[in-house]
């Protein structure tokens, strides 16, 4: 095992050329960020979640108006930028991903100035803070912001500080408190992240330190009154989303098998990570340090596979930092080691490459968008509703980009109370081996009476996916019947079909409607 540090490293001065030219480099990084996340579609999750933000602000109760599975603090944080944007009278895109980026980036910066006390090449903070800083806008692609992306970012200084206690080293209380605030924190932007503390608690137990220390005790308070404060602001979170995604969300899994195969690269780079790291285990200066970013992102990577979706966002924490993981690994070989040896090195070097390479292929589609931001699926469904001056509108499909970000940038209704149709596919699902479960969750009631009460001017209908909404809706409801009867076709492009209501309103139907069930989710 590595030697113990009881002193504070003395901290070489960084050179000034290798930090302008590090800092020209990130400059460079976000300078083509900015351009790819002003220029193209803002990505649907991160626009529902800004529509939802918006609708909370203006009065409507969450997880009841409108339903959203997700804890309610990105909503909260998201209504950050809508409140700058409409201070500042710009669009909100022109906010809501720069307020996103300075959030990573704010924490890459306190991380990089934390590493200092390692010495070495991590002593100079404004290189390391431009490598990982790159490596946080790059890697995430055409996910930058999402939940999983501040996750990540917010465990980075809590994992920096945990590393140096396993070697000794000791941090202001004031900084271990902020650090494990601003870690639970992001660990409440998806509760399950909870495990990762657990892990790293078992870590410190076999270097005998015990798990009362102030940073994870300032995590766990955090996160307790955070659960307490939505028990009082939002009960409906725990008394209506939780138990609608617990029923139906499972509709959305992936074969396990498909999921390991979107996972190889991922697991591959742990597992040379975790092989490099036994392979120095006894010389590595920042052993303690590597070891806990290979244990955050195997966590991360069991969790992926419990909450068994195929979203490449819900593997970002792991990819990150078994990127940085890989990156300190090989940093450290050059630096310490007169002649690396070249078979270890090298393949380190590849894994890294490899998944430079990945995420690269991974942002050019939103760099095409960028470039051209006319040609895509969003901006011609945006055309067809301007041009139809549709003031409300509605998409049948599990396809979140269908309706946001369309509805951000038209400005248009829309005419649910879910963000896409996964919660009909959720009951149609459930229905296969639990019939009950439609009688408790009448999802396509819900969104037949939505469809009627908003009475949308454009609609449109997803041809390319398994389920046919048109009928299951038709099947639950006569009154959906009557409604979509009087909608017609006025387009079909990639998949999509696009209907236009007729003069005719939906008044006459919504009365038989009505009297099916309650509008609101009580």
């Not at 009460?453 to 609609?459: H, L, M, R, V």
Request: hydrophobic share 55%.
């Amino acid at each position: 095992m590595n030697q113990v540090q009881t002193s504070r490293p003395v901290i070489p001065a960084a050179r000034p050329l290798l930090s302008a030219i590090s800092l020209l480099l990130l400059l460079a990084v976000l300078a083509v960020v900015l351009f790819i996340t002003l220029r193209a579609p803002l990505k649907d999750d991160i626009a529902w979640l800004l529509y939802v933000a918006r609708r909370w602000m203006a009065g409507r109760e969450l997880y009841i108006d409108v339903i959203e599975v997700n804890p309610p603090l990105i909503i909260w944080i998201s209504a950050v930028p809508i409140s700058l944007a409409q201070w500042l009278d710009v669009d909100i895109q022109c906010v809501a991903m720069p307020v996103f980026i300075a959030m990573v980036l704010a924490c890459v910066w306190w991380s990089a100035s934390l590493l200092r006390a390692n010495g070495g090449l991590l002593a100079h903070r404004v290189p390391v803070f431009a490598v990982i800083g790159s490596i946080f806008l790059i890697v995430p692609g055409a996910d930058l912001g999402q939940r999983e992306h501040l996750l990540v970012a917010a465990f980075l200084p809590y994992l920096v500080l945990f590393a140096q206690r396993l070697d000794r080293r000791h941090a202001s209380i004031a900084v271990l408190v902020a650090a494990g605030v601003l870690a639970g924190l992001g660990c409440a932007l998806k509760p399950c992240y909870a495990l990762v503390f657990v892990a790293l608690e078992c870590l410190a137990l076999t270097r005998g330190l015990r798990p009362w220390r102030v940073m994870p005790v300032a995590a766990a308070v955090t996160l307790l009154g955070y659960a307490g404060l939505v028990a009082i602001v939002c009960p409906a979170y725990f008394g209506k989303a939780v138990p609608l995604a617990l029923a139906l969300y499972g509709a959305t899994d992936v074969p396990f098998l498909m999921l390991l195969g979107d996972s190889a690269l991922l697991i591959g780079g742990q597992l040379v990570a975790i092989a490099l790291l036994w392979l120095r285990r006894r010389s590595l200066a920042d052993f303690s340090l590597l070891l806990t970013l290979v244990i955050f992102a195997a966590t991360s990577t069991v969790i992926c596979f419990v909450d068994g979706k195929g979203w490449y966002y819900h593997r970002l924490p792991a990819t990150i930092i078994t990127m940085l993981a890989l990156l300190l690994w090989s940093i450290s070989e050059l630096v310490h080691r007169r002649r690396p040896v070249r078979l270890p090195f090298m393949v380190a070097a590849l894994a890294i490459g490899v998944f430079c390479i990945t995420s690269v292929q991974r942002i050019m589609p939103a760099v095409e968008q960028a470039v051209d931001p006319k040609t895509n699926t969003v901006a011609h469904l945006e055309r067809i509703i301007r041009a139809q001056h549709a003031r409300t509108y509605l998409a049948f499909s599990e396809w979140l980009a269908v309706g946001f970000p369309v509805v951000n940038s038209t400005g248009v209704g829309w005419a649910s109370r879910f963000d896409s149709m996964w919660a009909l596919k959720g009951e149609v699902w459930r229905a296969r081996f639990d019939p009950a479960a439609t009688k408790q969750w009448p999802v396509a009631r819900w969104v037949s009476h939505d469809f009627i009460a908003g009475c949308p001017d454009i609609a449109v209908v997803d041809t390319r996916q398994t389920t046919n909404y048109i009928s299951v809706l038709s099947a639950a409801d006569s009154a959906f019947v009557r409604a979509w009867s009087r909608y017609r076709r006025i387009a079909a492009f990639d998949g999509l079909v696009v209907y236009r209501r007729g003069k005719g309103g939906c008044r006459d139907v919504w009365v038989a409607a009505e009297s099916g069930s309650d509008v609101k989710v009580r």
